[in-house]
């Protein structure tokens, strides 16, 4: 059986250390301008996130800022008016990069790219994400500090970083990125979220293998994908660990 699972990529957004670049500033324009046209903000601001507070939730909206002119490593800055990135507008501080805002439906990304939707980013405003490097499971080659997360049944790989503690083989998983590097949230399970982290394989036998030093190890086999997911848009060789005791008699298990 299916379950219902949204593709959404949570990350952990907080106040970083930081002089407020524009300490008492007033936010203009809160409820009309567009972070993706960037439209709707006086000049010398941008449209974006502002954090208001992350404890015991996270609270934020989109709205004006003042503008800021950083376009590849940013920082985050907790000021009077809430904390807020130096990117410059039209893009997002993520990981302590600049990362391009963006429609998910149609993406705008572009080539190479892929706009993905993230669980505690722009939830005042529908269809706004950011443009995450697109990457293949089996040979990923994301930045520092993200790795290469696989989203199914679509199949679509994309770059982006890895969500407060890591899960392991088996553990339960509700977000893209909350598994290990090297991981996927894609196999199914009857569990709450019906998917689990699962270790990235190739089924041919060379490497990325189930025994590997940061795989699952003994007891493991690779499975085919697409013995999960018949549809999803993905090599042949992509596979996924699975624990053997769980499918006795299939992929290779005793």
């Given at each position: 059986?299916?379950?219902?699972?949204?593709?959404?990529?949570?990350?952990?957004?907080?106040?970083?250390?930081?002089?407020?670049?524009?300490?008492?500033?007033?936010?203009?324009?809160?409820?009309?301008?567009?972070?993706?046209?960037?439209?709707?903000?006086?000049?010398?601001?941008?449209?974006?996130?502002?954090?208001?507070?992350?404890?015991?939730?996270?609270?934020?909206?989109?709205?004006?800022?003042?503008?800021?002119?950083?376009?590849?490593?940013?920082?985050?800055?907790?000021?009077?008016?809430?904390?807020?990135?130096?990117?410059?507008?039209?893009?997002?501080?993520?990981?302590?990069?600049?990362a391009a805002i963006c429609s998910v439906t149609p993406d705008s990304c572009g080539s190479n790219?892929?706009?993905?939707?993230?669980?505690?980013?722009?939830?005042?405003?529908?269809?706004?994400?950011?443009?995450?490097?697109?990457?293949?499971?089996?040979?990923?080659?994301?930045?520092?500090?993200?790795?290469?997360?696989l989203a199914a049944p679509s199949g679509t790989a994309q770059c982006a970083p890895t969500a407060?503690?890591?899960?392991?083989?088996?553990?339960?998983?509700?977000?893209?990125?909350?598994?290990?590097?090297?991981?996927?949230?894609?196999?199914?399970?009857g569990g709450p979220s019906g998917r689990a982290c699962a270790y990235y394989c190739n089924t041919?036998?060379?490497?990325?293998?189930?025994?590997?030093?940061?795989?699952?190890?003994?007891?493991?086999?690779?499975?085919?994908?697409?013995?999960?997911?018949?549809?999803?848009?993905?090599?042949?060789?992509?596979?996924?660990?699975?624990?053997?005791?769980?499918?006795?008699?299939?992929?290779?298990?005793?």
């Open positions: 059986m299916r379950h219902a699972f949204l593709p959404l990529v949570a990350i952990a957004v907080s106040a970083c250390g930081g002089s407020d670049p524009a300490s008492g500033s007033t936010p203009a324009n809160p409820d009309d301008c567009d972070p993706i046209a960037e439209t709707g903000c006086p000049a010398g601001q941008k449209c974006t996130m502002l954090t208001t507070g992350t404890a015991p939730m996270l609270t934020a909206r989109t709205t004006c800022v003042p503008d800021g002119g950083a376009t590849t490593t940013c920082t985050t800055f907790d000021g009077a008016i809430g904390a807020y990135d130096d990117c410059a507008s039209g893009s997002f501080c993520l990981a302590g990069e600049c790219a892929f706009c993905s939707s993230f669980a505690d980013l722009f939830t005042d405003r529908e269809g706004v994400g950011l443009c995450q490097a697109t990457c293949a499971p089996l040979a990923p080659s994301c930045p520092g500090g993200e790795a290469c997360y407060g503690t890591p899960l392991a083989q088996g553990e339960p998983c509700n977000y893209l990125n909350e598994c290990r590097v090297g991981y996927a949230c894609a196999l199914p399970d041919t036998g060379v490497a990325p293998a189930c025994d590997d030093p940061i795989g699952p190890g003994a007891g493991f086999a690779c499975a085919p994908i697409d013995a999960f997911w018949p549809d999803i848009n993905q090599p042949d060789t992509l596979g996924l660990c699975v624990n053997c005791s769980d499918y006795p008699g299939l992929f290779g298990c005793p």
